[in-house]
């Protein structure tokens, strides 16, 4: 079973995300401190003649959009807010809001969440991966942006 390369879990699936400029194989509560390249990245698939069962878990993961900073930045601005209410609103810190803006920093998933809800924008996409056996080619990708977006545009006020 391979190992996380950050806190040395033992994981049967690893994410490749990077960390602090640097790429690692990591497990899931790892994978979110960064920015998941490939997923899900199994180790040592490749030995050829182990007849597994598939498995029909759909791997779902979620991230944080590229991009987040201005994405903020305009529904703060279409808010008439500035920094100080929006950090006040979030419990944070104004000098990570202004971080966060500039894209200096990517807000984790839970607090993108919570701008999310503050601003009523999108922050996090769903990101689906279906099993990597190269057989499902008829997956249909990005109808389910739009239908978030719908979702999203709801909730605004
Ligand atoms: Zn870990």
């Not at 390249?37 to 199994?42: G, K």
Request: aromatic share 4%.
């Amino acid at each position: 079973m391979p190992n996380c390369e950050m806190c040395g879990r033992g994981v049967g699936v690893l994410k490749r995300a990077k960390i602090e400029g640097a790429v690692l194989d990591v497990c899931d509560g790892c994978a979110v401190k960064g920015e998941v390249i490939r997923t899900p990245y199994a180790g040592g698939q490749r030995s050829g003649g182990t007849m597994r069962p598939a498995r029909e878990v759909k791997v779902v993961e979620y991230e944080v959009v590229s991009g987040f900073g201005k994405v903020i930045h305009n529904a703060r601005k279409g808010r008439e807010w500035d920094v100080k209410k929006l950090s006040l609103v979030l419990h944070a810190k104004e000098t990570l809001m202004h971080k966060i803006e500039a894209g200096k920093i990517k807000p984790d998933l839970s607090f993108a969440q919570r701008i999310e809800h503050a601003l009523g924008v999108k922050l996090v996409e769903k990101v689906e991966e279906d099993e990597d056996d190269g057989k499902s080619a008829g997956s249909s990708r990005g109808g389910m942006t739009l239908a978030d977006f719908v979702k999203v545009k709801k909730v605004k006020k």
